[in-house]
């Protein structure tokens, strides 16, 4: 089981993630292949057992955001991406996550 309190602490840092890969992009980085694939296929859709299992809010935030970062590595990857289409995603991204955080606090 997961403490909400680690689980908490888990979306904050996975928007901290999300901001460094936008930085990564905007630096023309080469590790942000990488970068993307641990985020989306080893963070984000490894979690997916462990909201199962340890009975963890994620309505606002997971399947949306696990699908907007997918597709976000898969138009980075064909290289049919842009500045404006990337930081977007991103940005949404992390408002789903401050959505289930406020959710969570009963806001």
């Given at each position: 089981m997961i403490?909400?309190?680690t689980y908490e602490g888990y979306l904050h840092r996975l928007k901290d993630k999300?901001?460094?890969?936008?930085?990564?992009?905007e630096e023309n980085s080469e590790t942000l292949d990488k970068n993307l694939y641990a985020l989306v296929y080893m963070e984000i859709a490894g979690l997916e057992h462990w909201l199962e299992v340890s009975n963890l809010p994620?309505?606002?935030w997971y399947v949306e955001t696990l699908t907007k970062?997918?597709?976000?590595?898969?138009?980075?990857?064909?290289?049919?991406?842009?500045h404006d289409l990337?930081?977007?995603?991103?940005?949404?991204?992390?408002?789903?996550?401050?959505?289930?955080?406020q959710q969570m606090k009963g806001e």
């Open positions: 403490p909400m309190k999300l901001y460094k890969a936008l930085r990564l992009y994620h309505e606002y970062m997918t597709s976000l590595h898969d138009i980075y990857l064909r290289g049919t991406h842009s990337f930081k977007s995603i991103i940005f949404g991204s992390m408002n789903l996550i401050d959505k289930q955080l």
